[in-house]
């Protein structure tokens, strides 16, 4: 009895198996498709097939057209392998969705933007109980180099559509194109063949606070940046947004009316009491965070500035704190961006080539609650 | 040639193999172990070996004592099978975590409450580049009766470790438990044999902050509750800690002092606009979640009450937004009930027996920020 035949399984509409879930697959109950089978309708030796199925070199070369001719094959008889890898390297799309964070995944969950970001990404798998794999990677390893080091969804091969979060890894994304995995990477634009970015359109965000601000007449305008010298993508836009808005309406940015910090709430409560003790409070203030807007706010509240009407703040990227203060703010689409990158590996993975990189820039949008007022005559 | 005796590798120590990761397992590259061999080893027939490799019933009934002496004897020889799934069955503790939540994923990854749960989770976890496998389940299907619909990753096989989040489902739990997998469930004890429960102490939490409103010298004190009639079981807690505490301090709270809402800062707004509209202003107010309370003081410096000068607020859970806003609240272990789920699971994934129901019970705390002070006189 050769465990091989005994695994097999398949369909005889003698067409296309129309497969919905890898699951089904898995567990459908058809009539046995022997290896000899296979070899016949490929016209490749078993020895080849064995090893295609396996994914190990048996001293057997296999080329890529002969792959895609065993593949064409099996699918056509409606073959299903016994090893749940086989299955995902013969029906790509079955296979499961893994989101890939540069470390950690515990700080992201934590991260309302990014939460949210991941909500969209649950959001958009249309399976009744939805799953997804979550794991994470080192932004700075060379997995070319070292491949034993990849993230363990990447490794076992159940995995095949990814999303990766964080720091750009070209070597990361070239292992995963490689294999043919589509990725969808949410972050700087690298132009690599193959790879999706998705980012929003931070320095439009900046661009609308500031343009807000000044049609509203205010003159002593406050930024709340991110640390001085960021690396970080978002932070060095949002900064690049602030210039071209001071550049296109003629208001000058005074240094030291930017504070930097981490963006949380200490931080912005830190900028507007070191502002107040300057005696430089400023009439507006754009916080490149929620967070930070929360923290100016609160500052305020306790040092007896009154929001709107001596005080505006804008924060960025409407998380749950900014409609929980209804604080005006900058709306990042987080949802959508998870979503669109789901969308754009379950298109892809249905196809065989991957095409050139994307770069995906989803607009922002301003949304006024009740933190901002016109400046006053005073 | 044999596919299964190709895909058999192990190693030569002749005990039992010292496998850390899954993927190192898969990966490595040892001397290959046939089929004949196991079965000499095991003294079972080659026909009984590949049925329980393969999960797949060909017509020969394993009993589950030749299944431990078959595991056992691969083990032994350092076996490791060329399916996921059968390292898996064989090798328990290399199968990955799974985190099951009744619908929807989405949603509790927005919880702030539960983001920390999970940020727990990720962080007892040892591996250097961490995984889960995040999947829902629904809290009401009878998994007994229809297998077909249970979550993926516990169809797959490739998870051996579960910890479930949300609505409580027997038969889901029985299922898993059958399987000898081990379950942590963050929820309401469940007598079932084998499971791990796992919660805050609700009921103290109420005490905590009640008891801390009488020794201020509190008398007017009103809770901002969760929905009236809610089944939720830390509702119910809540709502039976305050109750206790009242009865407790002989502080009696009156009816209309406790308002009814879904717990977002809306429902806190709200409820205090209620109480002020009725010329009812409390001293104190109790908010079963930070969001309410948030929402409690977000109102408050509209409406010009002084916080806590006038108005002490008192929170629950300690999510970021207390911190954000120096708001006091009860502290709810939500890392360390992630973080002692993974340590449950694994230590009994060692084991081969499971135990009885255990239900653990975490301490909550009391966290004086700057929203709470004594009465005063006035």
Redesign the interface.
Known sequence: ????S??GSGKDQGGTVELR???KL??SNNKTIT?AAISKAAGVS??AI?SL??D?D?GIRVSEKTRDRVFKACRELGYIP????AVVRMYPHLG?LCVLVSQ????L??N?FY??V???I??ALT?P??????????AHADYAEKP??L???V????ASKFICIGGANPSLFQTLLKREHPVAFLGRGVPLPGLTTIEPDYADASRMAIGHFVKSGHKKIAIVSGPFGSSDHSVAELNRGVRNACENSGVTCDAQNILYGNL??KSGSEALAALVARKQTPTAIFCMSD?AA??VL?YA?SAGIRVPSQLSIIGCADT??A????LSTVHFPAGEIGATAVRDVELRVAESELLNSKNIMLPVRLVERKSTAPATAA
């Open positions: 009895m050769n465990s091989f005994e695994a879930s890898l699951d898995i567990h290896m078993q020895g064995s199925l396996n190990r048996y016994n090893d749940l890898r499961d950690n995944v515990a700080a969950i934590e309302p939460a949210r991941l909500n969209g649950f959001g399976a109980m939805r799953n997804v794999m979550l794991a994470e990677y080192d034993e080091l993230p363990a969804p490794r076992n091969g159940v949380d709430a967070e929360a923290g609160s509240n749950a704190i409609e929980t203060l209804a």
